[in-house]
């Protein structure tokens, strides 16, 4: 079972389905906690598993995917289901990016579930993924590691937040970044000292805010080296494009 893009195959890598749990009634257990089936919400899950031979996949764009059909073949529409936070229709979850770039798995939800005894899942839509096969190492000037601090690469600025001994761990010096671009849609980040000596790193976490239709990523590393001075090396895509990836499936019970 699949769907094949030009350059990214789609196929279902998994499916849960939670129906309702169990919650004691009566005043007294107003507070205790319900018992649900692998401790998940009610609800529908399928996991799409993206390949790609020729390219590295980049990135899915949550905002820009779409679904326009997920449900039952009884006729249960679960893009209408209602769950918990306002949330309503089909969701995308977190994706996960192998680390060799060749794949993403990324989960479609909704709190609706399937009439007993629907045999099928029906899901459509449509997947904007970022695929790249060419990069090229751009880096910027030596600069002061210091909260406020901006290192420019290319057209690319990214503002110091915090630097200094991480909260755990044994390694030196953590930097953190905040900027208007994704780390994702690089290849790499690479870390110099001033004598232009590469410094090991490691990604620790990453995150990023949304207010008026402008998002703000943050990102930060922890250096096995402390320095006063760092050169940002951003490992960019040079033939970086949007694809645009079908979703057509009947998902059965049994994958």
């Known amino acids: 079972m699949g769907?094949?893009?030009?350059?990214?195959?789609?196929?279902?890598?998994?499916?849960q389905v939670v129906g309702k749990g169990y919650k004691?009634?009566?005043?007294?257990?107003?507070?205790?906690?319900?018992?649900?089936a692998f401790n998940w919400h009610t609800g529908t899950r399928v996991a799409l598993l993206l390949t790609s031979k020729d390219?590295?996949?980049?990135?899915l764009d949550k905002d820009g995917s779409?679904?326009?059909?997920?449900?039952?073949?009884?006729?249960?529409?679960?893009?209408?289901?209602?769950?918990?936070?306002?949330?309503?229709?089909?969701?995308?979850?977190?994706?996960?990016?192998?680390?060799?770039?060749?794949?993403?798995i990324v989960e479609i939800e909704s709190s609706g579930v399937p009439e007993k005894g629907a045999g099928n899942l029906a899901l459509k839509g449509e997947l904007l993924v970022s695929v790249a096969?060419?990069?090229?190492?751009?880096?910027?000037?030596?600069?002061?590691?210091k909260k406020g601090a901006k290192v420019v690469v290319g057209e690319h600025t990214f503002k110091v937040e915090e630097a200094g001994k991480p909260d755990?761990?044994?390694?030196?010096?953590?930097v953190s970044f905040t900027s208007s671009v994704n780390h994702k849609d690089f290849k790499g980040f690479v870390f110099y000292d001033s004598d232009g000596k590469v410094v090991e790193?490691?990604?620790?976490?990453?995150?990023s805010m949304g207010m008026f239709g402008k998002r703000t990523y943050s990102v930060t590393f922890n250096l096995k080296k402390k320095v006063d001075q760092i050169i940002l090396g951003l490992d960019?895509?040079?033939?970086?494009?949007?694809?645009?990836?079908?979703?057509?499936?009947?998902?059965?019970?049994?994958l």
């Open 66 to 104: 779409k679904v326009t059909v997920f449900g039952d073949d009884l006729g249960t529409d679960f893009t209408k289901a209602k769950g918990k936070f306002s949330r309503k229709g089909a969701n995308f979850g977190f994706p996960n990016l192998s680390e060799d770039g060749k794949a993403l």
């Open 24 to 36: 004691p009634g009566g005043e007294a257990n107003k507070n205790a906690q319900e018992l649900r």
């Open 55 to 59: 390219k590295s996949i980049v990135n």
């Open 201 to 207: 790193s490691d990604r620790t976490s990453s995150g």
């Open 236 to 254: 960019a895509w040079t033939d970086l494009e949007v694809i645009k990836v079908p979703v057509d499936f009947k998902v059965p019970a049994g």
């Open 3 to 15: 769907v094949s893009s030009a350059q990214v195959d789609v196929s279902v890598a998994g499916l």
């Open 168 to 174: 755990w761990g044994d390694d030196p010096m953590s």
């Open 133 to 145: 096969s060419k990069s090229e190492m751009k880096k910027s000037k030596a600069v002061e590691v």
